[in-house]
């Protein structure tokens, strides 16, 4: 619904926080190469839009208009006239040089002070699905600020209206944070740099990041560049500023970082002790095949293991899902409902997986302890979420019965492998159970994202009469936990 160029939207600017190469990519890409948002994003995003309609007034009455142009009209209008608050407001602020600046704020508020509007003028709101706003997000205010100056006269003062939603309608969370001071300068330079970028020749190098590149629609054309290339951008555990200087010396392939000389590759910044281990991870890449890095030993064996993956959300800590297995065909799955008040643990079976409700973490915990047993046999996860949620959200005697049994398999392989997986996949945070599940045979569901599984989730608690869909939690879940017995039994018969 927005205009077409020679236009600069808010949501550019955002990009710069994120990834440049994005902003060269809408101006200059292919676009046959460019999908729709993954679904991911676009649970994301109606996650947020959900959020929105949750805090903020119901309006007056629904608007329907014709294009980007009427909306804008329509806005400046209800500006002119006073009306108290507005929704989406869409403000187009020219920047010379026939560039505009185009943006909708989720809402602008009427606020008492002389401008040119008359004896008022209007302050933005942004509604966001977090607690914390992110740089991005204060450039996007901070536009919205100066652009409703450059209308009214007047700097308002901007707000973030920040929460989250738990499980249930009625449990929206809402913080004001107001945000003053200088805009203008901030602005300036924003567009200037995203003009800048849009007038480089070449696109910007790829950097994979895993806060920006999953919800990228540019995303498999960069994977598919990076991978024809054999672009250093794909090694996982490579600092950005020392993918930087191996750039500025022309070393940006796999290979190249494989076969520099160790005491020179030393010499580049945050490398540090890691190079040898990058290097490793080069090689595993150019192979194909996994690359041993240290002894390999103390693997805890598979005989009367059992398995944990558990599906969390921060703030508050809180495991919705618990995923457990002892073995190929035994997955079992609790979900945490406390719609179900009291009622004791309830089992259903979902596509043959038995799935047991409970009505709060600690009988959740329970569940774990009876599948875990009495023994100490090891309990083996994917990552240190499981021990910090374990010690969050446990209750003591439970706490004390499984912490010492806990066994992080992704750090005992990182520690001792190099494995051929792209930092795309991987994300930066670690070597993730989706990139490796293809390598161990486990196939993921097709919607594979956390954030499909847990608004499934989200929507059945509200209305839990039909299980079925329940159906892409618990594939969700099960792929991972799968996933942990199969990557076990591949490392145990290396
Ligand atoms: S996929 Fe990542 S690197 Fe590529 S343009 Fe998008 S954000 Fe940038």
Redesign the pocket.
Known sequence: MQPSQPIIRVTDLI?IE??P??LW?EAHGDPSTKVQRTRGATVLAAQGRQHEQAVLPVPDAVVVVRDWQDQVERTLADLRAGTQGIQQAALSVPLGDQTTLVGCVDRVVRVTGRSDLGDWFYEPIEVKWIAEPTPAHMLQLQCYRWMLEQIQGVLPDGQFWLGAMGHGSDRVAKEIRRITGPAAEQVAAAVERVLDITRQPVAPP????DK??PY????Q???HTARTTQDS?LLPGLRRKTATALRQDNITTLTAIAELAPAHLATYPEVGKQGPKLQAQARAMCTGQPVRIGPATGLPPMDGACYLDLETTEQPARVWAFGMARGPADTQIVLVVPEIGTTPARPIRIAGISVILVPDMAAGWDQVAAVAGPGNGPVIHWSRYEQRFLRVTAPPPLQAALSSRLVDLQHWTTTNYALPMSR?ATGTGGVSAKALSAWVGVQRPVDDSFAVAEQAFRHWCMDPADTTRLLPVVTYVAADVQFLVAIHAQLAAY
């Open positions: 990009w994120r990834c190469r994005h990519l790829i950097w994979f990041d920006a590149c990228c629609p540019w995303n054309a960069c994977e951008a795309n």
